[in-house]
């Protein structure tokens, strides 16, 4: 059943909001002064990439791997102010902790909305995604003690273009010809979930903290960042939906979306919601006596992963290949100029061997 929400206007929030935008609008003029600009993406998976190519090339598997992965990009420009570094961008972030069986089915989905059954099991299908499109004023200091630590902190608050978060919990069961999907899925975005009649909703704004820096001792290096900490992502009156399936196989075929019988059950509305971004953290450990060799951890959320990769350098080219816990390979080329001027390219093999791209950079330092 389907309950509608309406939203009221909130004096303070909105007030706020329009603080931030006169905010947003007095930050961006120092960009003019910006000493560099840059557009840059960034794609890491413990598996196959987010593409809807490769996991169409999947099947369904009882003991499923859980998959992170992360998607960042960002187009914009940094300006020195005072010992600190302003940057205005608009950014994309995008996040997924789940397993290998929801990224099939959520594939499947864009070409059927069938599939047959597979051999008798219980297939997990739980997952959580994570996506925000924002333009974002960042405020950056660098800080040193002694010899051995150096961090960087980097604070900022941004106004929402896009958000979407959805999280599944379920099973599907599979005995012979017998099939059936019971769980839930809970949405929440700027976008709508269902047939309502509403004022335009708040797209919202939040604020968060990047960390990154590097420790070394004696031959030791350990470099570490970490990306969305004390995230908070606010809105007034934001769609929901919150469903609950169970879907029974109908001559050999599970149809998810099925109109004409009780498949599906839930509500969707309006509502006011406070939301977090999943912490995403790296960690490198290298030693000077290891050559260009590097192993370290990834993580999105709770899932952590390892990697190892080799680096390579000559003159202004660099080149780098990582593979996490072995499931994929990623090779990227870069070319950088003495004053940090460059452009760069990476693609990633996973699974079949097809190359997917997985980095770009293109810089101007001036």
């Known amino acids: 059943m389907a309950k509608n929400t309406r939203s009221t206007d909130r004096v303070c929030e909105m007030k706020g909001q329009r603080l931030l935008a006169f905010f947003l609008l007095l930050t961006a003029m120092p960009a003019a002064m910006a000493h560099e600009f840059s557009v840059s993406m960034d794609h890491k998976s413990s598996s196959g990439l987010a593409y809807k190519e490769h996991w169409l090339d999947k099947s369904l598997s009882p003991p499923a791997k859980t998959v992170a992965a992360s998607l960042h990009a960002s187009a914009g420009a940094t300006a020195e102010i005072g010992g600190l570094e302003l940057e205005v ?27 047959s059954i597979p051999q008798s099991g219980i297939y997990s299908l739980n997952g959580s995604l994570q996506m925000l499109q924002s333009r974002q004023v960042t405020l950056g200091k660098k800080m040193q003690w002694g010899d051995n630590l ?26 012979g010809q017998d099939a059936n999907v019971q769980g839930t899925l809970n949405r929440v975005g700027t976008r709508r979930f269902g047939f309502l009649v509403n ?57 998810i ?43 999105v959320s709770d899932r952590v992963t390892p990697w190892l990769a080799y680096q390579y350098s000559y003159g202004p080219l660099y080149a780098r290949a990582t593979t996490m816990q072995f499931q994929n390979l990623s090779l990227d080329v870069s070319w950088l100029s003495a004053n940090g001027s460059g452009v760069g390219l990476g693609v990633t093999f996973a699974g079949n061997g097809k190359p997917r791209l997985g980095q770009l950079l293109a810089k101007v330092v001036w």
Request: proline share 2%; hydrophobic share 35%.
């Open 150 to 175: 150096q961090l960087h902190l980097k604070p900022h608050v941004f106004t929402i273009e896009d958000y979407q978060s959805a999280k599944s919990r379920g099973t599907l069961s599979v005995t």
């Open 199 to 255: 004022e335009k909703e708040d797209h919202g704004w939040g604020w968060g903290l990047d960390v990154a820096g590097a420790y070394t001792r004696g031959p030791w290096r350990v470099d570490f960042s970490a990306n969305n900490l004390l995230s908070q992502l606010r809105f007034s009156s934001v769609h929901y939906s919150d469903r609950l399936y169970n879907v029974k196989a109908v001559n050999g075929e599970i149809e």
């Open 257 to 299: 979306k099925r109109h004409n019988s009780f498949s599906m059950t839930g509500e969707y509305g309006h509502r006011k919601s406070n939301e977090r971004l999943p912490v995403q953290t790296q960690i490198a450990l290298s030693n000077s006596n290891w050559s260009q060799w590097q192993l370290g951890l990834y993580s």
């Open 89 to 115: 961008a608009a950014k994309y972030k995008g996040y997924y902790v789940g397993s290998e069986n929801v990224l099939h089915l959520a594939a499947l989905a864009k070409d059927s909305n069938k599939f």
